[in-house]
């Protein structure tokens, strides 16, 4: 007899996957946390293994668990792709969907720029969008959720995770840390007319930074290896919060230079002197196995293009 396994045990599968617990799994399907234990009991008697491994904060999938997520990706796609087409909805005259993750700083740019370029040139394609960590971020490519996803990286730029198949990871822009300062009032002080600043002018600077446990992007709030206890007095997850209390002189903060054109009025960016530049690159990164189509690939090739004119942006 083959492996008995129900749709709603392969959506199960899918979400506990992508969302990282049981609880954030329930939550999004609107089942109950012992229904989505249920079906991953289920799953698990079917499959006659351990389909993730239960650790505080979370789970993760064992090799069994990303094994059969491989198979559910695949045939609840299949069956995505069959209910549109019955309904009428299949993707024809360069038309098509694309789903797209980024980090927070991206989409302010980046993805901003590649979508009203996408508008002009390829107007049916329909491109979804949401932000996320990078751990986030990956599971939904693996879970089949995305499409591609932009992800920033330090040096030496790892693999963003260790699962098999690899992720495909193309390397997109690389971009230098830069400090958000205020343009006027007193906070401007320490920073006017100055183009770049001494690292240890910051040693009594107050910080504006993404709320304590949140890495959204490595390095990013206070400046990487600035030693002694930084003070953070602002925490905000929200990239435009951070840059208006900057605006308002409330601190400052660290930013890719890549957001020069997205900063509010009442803020400028300036480098830091004596101290290694701090570089961070953005890749695009797909599922190992997704098909290629038309849409797709008009999507990365804006991201692309968008990616070049901001490498050539005068610096």
């Given at each position: 007899?083959?492996?008995?396994?129900?749709?709603?045990?392969?959506?199960?599968?899918?979400?506990?996957?992508?969302?990282?617990?049981f609880?954030?799994?329930?939550?999004?399907?609107?089942?109950?946390?012992?229904?989505?234990?249920?079906?991953?009991?289920?799953?698990?008697?079917?499959?006659?293994a351990?389909?993730?491994?239960?650790?505080?904060?979370?789970?993760?999938?064992?090799?069994t668990?990303?094994?059969?997520?491989?198979?559910?990706?695949?045939?609840l796609a299949?069956?995505?792709?069959?209910?549109?087409e019955?309904?009428?909805?299949r993707?024809?005259?360069?038309?098509?969907?694309?789903?797209?993750?980024?980090?927070?700083?991206?989409?302010?740019?980046?993805?901003?720029?590649?979508?009203?370029?996408?508008?002009?040139?390829?107007?049916?394609?329909?491109v979804?969008?949401?932000?996320?960590?990078?751990?986030?971020?990956?599971?939904?490519?693996?879970?089949?959720?995305?499409?591609?996803?932009?992800?920033?990286s330090?040096?030496?730029?790892?693999?963003?995770?260790?699962?098999d198949?690899?992720?495909?990871?193309?390397?997109?822009l690389?971009?230098?840390?830069?400090?958000?300062?205020?343009?006027?009032?007193?906070g401007?002080?320490?920073?006017?007319?100055?183009?770049?600043?001494?690292?240890?002018?910051?040693?009594?600077?107050?910080?504006?930074a993404?709320?304590?446990?949140?890495?959204d992007?490595?390095?990013l709030?206070?400046?990487p290896?600035?030693?002694?206890?930084?003070?953070?007095?602002?925490?905000?997850?929200?990239?435009?919060?951070?840059?208006?209390?900057?605006?308002?002189?409330?601190?400052?903060?660290?930013?890719p230079s890549?957001?020069?054109?997205?900063?509010?009025?009442?803020?400028?960016?300036?480098a830091v002197?004596?101290?290694?530049?701090?570089?961070r690159?953005?890749?695009l990164?797909?599922?190992?196995a997704?098909?290629?189509?038309?849409?797709?690939?008009?999507?990365?090739?804006?991201?692309?293009r968008?990616?070049?004119?901001?490498?050539?942006r005068?610096?």
């Amino acid at each position: 007899m083959g492996l008995d396994v129900t749709l709603v045990g392969l959506r199960v599968l899918r979400e506990v996957a992508e969302r990282g617990t049981f609880t954030a799994a329930a939550q999004a399907l609107g089942y109950t946390q012992s229904a989505v234990s249920r079906q991953v009991a289920a799953l698990e008697q079917a499959a006659g293994a351990r389909l993730f491994d239960r650790f505080p904060g979370g789970v993760r999938l064992t090799a069994t668990g990303r094994a059969l997520l491989r198979h559910a990706v695949t045939a609840l796609a299949a069956l995505d792709a069959a209910d549109r087409e019955l309904r009428g909805a299949r993707d024809e005259d360069g038309g098509g969907r694309v789903r797209v993750g980024c980090f927070p700083a991206a989409g302010a740019v980046l993805v901003a720029r590649a979508l009203a370029a996408l508008r002009q040139e390829h107007p049916r394609i329909q491109v979804t969008t949401r932000e996320g960590t990078t751990p986030s971020l990956v599971r939904a490519l693996r879970a089949g959720t995305l499409d591609l996803a932009l992800l920033t990286s330090r040096p030496p730029h790892r693999s963003p995770d260790t699962d098999d198949p690899p992720l495909r990871v193309a390397p997109l822009l690389e971009d230098r840390l830069v400090l958000a300062v205020p343009a006027t009032g007193p906070g401007a002080a320490p920073f006017a007319g100055r183009a770049a600043v001494p690292a240890e002018l910051l040693a009594g600077e107050t910080w504006i930074a993404g709320p304590a446990g949140h890495a959204d992007e490595p390095g990013l709030g206070v400046w990487p290896g600035l030693p002694g206890r930084p003070r953070v007095q602002h925490a905000a997850r929200d990239w435009l919060t951070r840059l208006h209390l900057v605006a308002a002189g409330a601190g400052i903060t660290t930013v890719p230079s890549a957001l020069e054109s997205a900063l509010p009025p009442g803020v400028r960016l300036v480098a830091v002197d004596g101290v290694p530049e701090e570089r961070r690159r953005v890749s695009l990164v797909r599922p190992p196995a997704a098909p290629a189509t038309a849409a797709t690939d008009a999507v990365v090739h804006a991201l692309r293009r968008q990616a070049a004119q901001l490498a050539d942006r005068p610096r």
